[in-house]
């Protein structure tokens, strides 16, 4: 019998896995809704508690930067690892395996699904505070290449999550720890510039915080993109993105690997 | 010659260092159009050459070919080759409709959405499930939701199936539903089927061939009629007697079954006059007779006499 010609279509391929991802998040939507009213909330509450019972105009912009970018880590991450653990408990991923398109082709469809997800939600994190908090920012083009950046470095992060999903379901107590303490440091209810030296330093080792600090730069700060590399931001966090993103490939093809070895593509 | 459809070579697999051997030297070739029955015992190594057939599982050694494509060093050939429906999981996404889950898995196949389209429709037409094509399969009942899993194995046509298990835990009506579908698959449609079951009626009724495995080593791969004849030169007897009484000293490997009425003493003979021997040393214990049967053994006593002799080496 003559073999299947094979063409794997990659952009096929992609647009189904972002399809299905959108259509199994969006199954259950009221969870989102809550978790997002909750956290605006929560966000909104703080700002007035810091701001002695008055949502302060200094602290608002950069601090809306922050929880923008937290709430795209949060749910990109959230529905990338959620629906890996699932899939791998229920058996859909050893399923989704058997495809003739690599299995670097199929993680970059579940993960154009979470930024997609992510990102739609955290326009709509921020834009309802602004709009309650009457906060405007006047539009810099310097701020596209450090904000892509910060989507790449939190996807990146993203993917390291995934890669750990693949080996063991315990990872979202570690998703949990993670994302509250980036939630905790990146800027997101304090500016960076608060915080003591030591702290400060930790908290550029975390995902987003130089994304936040360099697109801060950028739309508040009124920096170019050559004054943004020459005063490190840029670079660094450059490197950081690199880093995470090589760190996330290497982690995931090793864990890949010795899930195929073990037999574990389809159960923990 | 044909190139066989699934060619399984030197075929082992330990999931670790000291453990045993799961698959142990296993070879296979199935021919194209066959349905390929593969039976055993929990444990014995089915799920796992599956697996690897798959290219889910890497073998410690060996080599699996599907249509000539090797899986470990031409996977993406191998991956087009065949779909599958693995036991003891979904297979499809419970929160998207039947419709979503064959277009999903036919764009993964490497299908342009509109062939994906098509092949849906006739498939989900073929199962009766086109009236239902837009309920989510969270809903359906399990033997609806093993015929999604089925349509989505073969959504991109492929000439290669691999069932694991397919009508496990399903009623009576279901089962019968996708054993008409596994006929007609291999019948009309001319795919290769490799089938694992627990179900030997299933086997008997379906499978060109079979082999046995035990302990990760088959120990049996003969066509079905082959095997099923071999073990029917042996005459094999039912001994229906009334009540149940005191019985005389019975051949080797005779055993008694206890019924409310009626006591079966069963067993194989090599020469027919042993059965008159016994008949007699019955009469002389005054046992009733009722009746005398020779039974025709089925695929399940043959399979429990193989896995009964591979056990005693």
């Known amino acids: ?268 | 010659m044909n190139t066989p459809a699934i060619e399984i070579t030197g075929l082992s697999k330990r999931y670790g260092p000291t453990a045993p051997p799961a698959v142990d030297d296993v070879s296979l070739s199935v021919e194209p159009g066959c349905v390929f029955g593969f039976l055993g015992p929990n444990g014995a190594g089915k799920t796992t050459t599956i697996k690897i057939a798959a290219g889910l599982l890497s073998p410690t050694a060996g080599r699996v070919a599907l249509n000539g494509c090797d899986v470990a060093t031409r996977r993406s050939a191998a991956m087009a080759q065949f779909g599958a429906v693995l036991e003891g999981s979904r297979n499809v996404y419970w929160n998207l409709s039947a419709w979503q889950n064959l277009i999903y898995f036919g764009r993964l196949k490497g299908m342009p959405k509109a062939a994906a389209a098509s092949r849906a429709s006739d498939l989900l037409t073929e199962l009766d499930l086109w009236e239902r094509r837009d309920e989510k399969v969270g809903g359906f009942s399990r033997g609806m939701q093993q015929k999604v899993a089925i349509a989505a194995a073969l959504i991109a046509d492929p000439s290669i199936v691999l069932l694991d298990e397919p009508t496990l835990g399903l009623d009576v009506e279901a089962t019968r539903t996708v054993k008409k579908w596994i006929a007609t698959l291999s019948a009309d449609q001319g795919k290769t089927i490799l089938l694992t079951t627990h179900q030997l009626d299933v086997v008997e009724e379906l499978c060109d061939r079979v082999a046995v495995i035990r302990k990760g080593k088959v120990v049996t791969d003969l066509p079905t009629g082959e095997l099923l004849a071999g073990f029917r030169r042996r005459d094999v007897y039912d001994v229906h007697i009334e009540g149940d009484p005191a019985l005389p000293e019975l051949p080797e490997g005779f055993t008694v079954a206890h019924g409310e009425e009626t006591t079966t003493i069963s067993g194989q003979v090599a020469d027919p006059l042993e059965i008159y021997r016994l008949l007699d040393r019955l009469r002389e214990h005054r046992v009733v007779l009722r009746s005398l049967a020779q039974v025709q053994p089925g695929l399940e006593d043959v399979f429990l006499s193989l896995v009964e002799e591979a056990r005693h080496g």
């Not at chain 1, 189904?16 to 605006?40: F, I």
């Not at chain 1, 529905?79 to 690599?102: C, H, I, N, W, Y």
């Not at chain 1, 400060?200 to 009124?222: D, H, S």
């Not at chain 1, 590399?229 to 864990?255: D, E, R």
Request: proline share 5%; charged share 10%.
């Open chain 1, 1 to 268: 019998m003559a073999e299947l010609a094979v063409s794997v279509r990659p952009l096929g391929v992609l647009a189904a896995e972002v399809r299905k991802g959108l259509l199994t998040q969006l199954a259950h939507p009221l969870g989102h809704v809550v978790g997002l009213v909750v956290g605006m909330g929560m966000y909104l509450g703080l700002q007035f508690v810091m701001g002695q019972g008055a949502l302060r105009a200094d602290l608002l912009p950069p601090t809306l930067v922050g929880i923008c970018a937290y709430w795209f880590l949060q749910y990109s991450a959230m529905v990338m690892v959620a629906d890996l653990v699932e899939e791998k408990r229920g058996g859909t991923f050893a399923q989704s395996q058997m495809s003739p398109a690599p299995a670097w082709l199929l993680m970059s469809g579940r993960l154009l699904t979470a930024a997609m997800f992510g990102l739609v939600i955290a326009i709509a994190a921020a834009a309802v505070p602004a709009t309650i908090a009457g906060i405007t920012v006047e539009w810099r083009s310097s701020v596209i290449v450090p904000a892509v950046l910060l989507v790449l470095d939190s996807l990146a992060f993203t993917f390291v999550l995934a890669a750990v999903a693949l080996r063991t379901p315990m990872v979202g107590a570690l998703q949990s720890l993670l994302t509250a303490l980036i939630l905790l440091l990146n800027g997101a209810f304090l500016p960076l510039a608060l915080y003591p030296d030591w702290l400060a330093a930790v908290a550029r080792l975390l995902p987003t915080t130089l994304g936040i600090e360099a697109v801060g730069q950028a739309l508040f700060g009124g920096l170019s993109l050559a004054e943004l590399w020459s005063t490190g931001a840029l670079p660094w966090l450059a490197a950081h993105t690199a880093v995470l993103a090589v760190g996330g490939g290497l982690l995931f093809a090793h864990n890949h690997r010795r899930a195929v070895r073990d037999g574990r593509l389809g159960q923990y």
